[in-house]
């Protein structure tokens, strides 16, 4: 069968999330390499990359609330619009050299709880563009797009851009969100959507708990969730330490590990390009399933290899199933969700899942400290083991469920519950 096209709407979007990707590949590491140059003192450099890793946790549900209340499309463009308008204030605050540490934690802080608001309304946003059955396709060429973007185009950028000129790659970031906002306005306008409770509008709170709700209750998509959440904080804690295991561990010369690490862009790449068809030849639950086992044995020869070739075509390996998992874990959500629930829902699964990431890199950090790097990856394996372990019989498919008899004919389901998947 041919595969359903995924259409003009679908290439404006993924275009606009590239462009945003690639902007926010080029600020990441000027933030870092800005804030070198202004102190010393690592407490103040982490201060800036905790502030950007804030957000999702502390206003995530709130961002889904009003993505589910707001127009998608305009919602985007104007979040894209502000922090052009952030980031290009930076640019003019570092050329007046005016750019204090105080100012690079808060312009972290707005871009990152902007950023809570447009991916819930871009996850939102994806099924009223393509139609179902392409779901997992568009996820993975959204998956490898920004794989392209951040690992080979805006990581490398960075510095070069940073050593021509401080406010460089911040202008280039500004450029990049403005060119988001000019394609997600191209895009066409949604039919409206149905409220989710028509009547009078509840509080914010009340629809942020209704999206937690919603995951909780429903059983394979709260198992997904829990599964990536364990998953995260193995790879948390992987990424803590990745360089300096490259570097001690596999004996990676300094000088080689770019090209180590754009290992991992090019397997992250191949998933995503590989989802869609995964998915589409195993089914989600069976793929993802498949995926977990793969990341678990590829994990393991990572913790073992003491050369960087294996411990490359391991760690190229494991960023591909990465991909490969969050691309068919937001199509799942994306097909299952009521449309005007998505982006509540969607901010659900995000907070949780990343609720154990900054837990793994903390206990990585401190294990690495007292023990070293080698055995704080062996670890990290065993963890991940565990938890593909406990994902390949909870995400086992549900058995069909037998042909309703004639004494259910006219029996409603209870409210607040929904049928069982």
Same mark, same amino acid.
């Given at each position: 069968?041919?595969?359903?096209?995924?259409?003009?709407?679908?290439?404006?979007?993924?275009?606009?999330?590239?462009?945003?990707?690639?902007?926010?590949?080029?600020?990441?590491?000027?933030?870092?390499?800005?804030?070198?140059?202004?102190?010393?003192?690592?407490?103040?450099?982490?201060?800036?990359?905790?502030?950007?890793?804030?957000?999702?946790?502390?206003?995530?549900?709130?961002?889904?609330?009003?993505?589910?209340?707001?127009?998608?499309?305009?919602?985007?463009?104007?979040?894209?619009?502000?922090?052009?308008?952030?980031?290009?204030?930076?640019?003019?605050?570092?050329?007046?050299?005016?750019?204090?540490?105080?100012?690079?934690?808060?312009?972290?802080?707005?871009?990152?709880?902007?950023?809570?608001?447009?991916?819930?309304?871009?996850?939102?946003?994806?099924?009223?563009?393509?139609?179902?059955?392409?779901?997992?396709?568009?996820?993975?060429?959204?998956?490898?797009?920004?794989?392209?973007?951040?690992?080979?185009?805006?990581?490398?950028?960075?510095?070069?851009?940073?050593?021509?000129?401080?406010?460089?790659?911040?202008?280039?970031?500004?450029?990049?969100?403005?060119?988001?906002?000019?394609?997600?306005?191209?895009?066409?306008?949604?039919?409206?959507?149905?409220?989710?409770?028509?009547?009078?509008?509840?509080?914010?709170?009340?629809?942020?708990?209704?999206?937690?709700?919603?995951?909780?209750?429903?059983?394979?998509?709260?198992?997904?969730?829990?599964?990536?959440?364990?998953?995260?904080?193995?790879?948390?804690?992987?990424?803590?330490?990745?360089?300096?295991?490259?570097?001690?561990?596999?004996?990676?010369?300094?000088?080689?590990?770019?090209?180590?690490?754009?290992?991992?862009?090019?397997?992250?790449?191949?998933?995503?390009?590989?989802?869609?068809?995964?998915?589409?030849?195993?089914?989600?639950?069976?793929?993802?399933?498949?995926? =977990? @086992? $793969?990341? *678990?044995? !590829?994990?393991? +020869?990572?913790?073992?290899?003491?050369?960087? &070739?294996? %411990?490359?075509?391991? /760690?190229?390996?494991?960023?591909?199933?990465?991909?490969?998992?969050?691309?068919?874990?937001?199509?799942?959500?994306?097909?299952?969700?009521?449309?005007?629930?998505?982006?509540?829902?969607?901010?659900?699964?995000?907070?949780?899942?990343?609720?154990?990431?900054?837990?793994?890199?903390? =206990? @990585? $950090?401190? *294990?690495? !400290?007292?023990? +070293?790097?080698?055995?704080?990856?062996?670890? &990290?394996? %065993?963890?991940?083991? /565990?938890?593909?372990?406990?994902?390949?019989?909870?995400?086992?498919?549900?058995?069909?469920?037998?042909?309703?008899?004639?004494?259910?004919?006219?029996?409603?389901?209870?409210?607040?519950?929904?049928?069982?998947?």
């Amino acid at each position: 069968m041919t595969a359903p096209p995924l259409g003009r709407d679908y290439r404006l979007l993924w275009s606009a999330a590239v462009s945003s990707r690639l902007g926010d590949a080029l600020r990441t590491p000027a933030l870092a390499l800005l804030a070198a140059t202004l102190t010393r003192d690592p407490r103040v450099i982490a201060a800036v990359t905790v502030a950007g890793q804030l957000p999702p946790l502390l206003f995530g549900l709130l961002g889904g609330v009003y993505a589910d209340r707001w127009d998608r499309r305009r919602t985007m463009a104007v979040v894209d619009g502000l922090r052009a308008a952030v980031v290009g204030g930076l640019a003019l605050a570092v050329a007046l050299d005016r750019a204090g540490v105080a100012a690079l934690v808060t312009v972290a802080f707005l871009l990152a709880a902007l950023g809570t608001l447009f991916d819930a309304a871009s996850f939102a946003m994806l099924p009223s563009v393509v139609p179902p059955a392409a779901l997992a396709r568009a996820n993975g060429r959204l998956q490898a797009g920004s794989a392209v973007a951040g690992g080979f185009l805006g990581a490398p950028a960075a510095g070069v851009l940073f050593a021509l000129a401080a406010p460089l790659p911040f202008a280039v970031d500004a450029a990049t969100f403005l060119c988001a906002a000019l394609l997600t306005l191209a895009l066409r306008p949604a039919p409206p959507r149905p409220r989710s409770h028509p009547g009078r509008r509840r509080s914010v709170w009340r629809e942020g708990v209704e999206g937690v709700r919603w995951v909780r209750g429903d059983a394979m998509l709260w198992r997904l969730t829990v599964a990536t959440a364990g998953s995260n904080l193995a790879i948390s804690g992987l990424m803590a330490v990745l360089v300096l295991y490259a570097l001690d561990v596999l004996r990676v010369p300094p000088a080689g590990y770019g090209l180590f690490a754009a290992g991992a862009v090019l397997g992250g790449l191949a998933g995503g390009l590989g989802a869609g068809r995964l998915a589409a030849r195993l089914g989600t639950m069976p793929a993802l399933r498949v995926v =977990l @086992a $793969g990341q *678990a044995v !590829a994990l393991t +020869g990572l913790a073992l290899a003491r050369h960087p &070739v294996p %411990g490359g075509l391991a /760690l190229a390996v494991f960023a591909a199933g990465t991909t490969v998992w969050n691309g068919l874990w937001a199509s799942y959500g994306q097909r299952h969700v009521p449309p005007a629930l998505l982006g509540r829902v969607g901010a659900a699964q995000r907070m949780v899942g990343l609720l154990t990431a900054p837990v793994g890199a903390a =206990l @990585a $950090g401190v *294990a690495g !400290a007292a023990y +070293g790097v080698g055995p704080v990856a062996a670890a &990290v394996a %065993g963890i991940f083991v /565990l938890v593909t372990l406990a994902a390949w019989r909870a995400l086992r498919p549900a058995a069909p469920a037998p042909a309703a008899g004639p004494t259910s004919v006219g029996t409603a389901a209870r409210p607040g519950r929904r049928p069982s998947r």
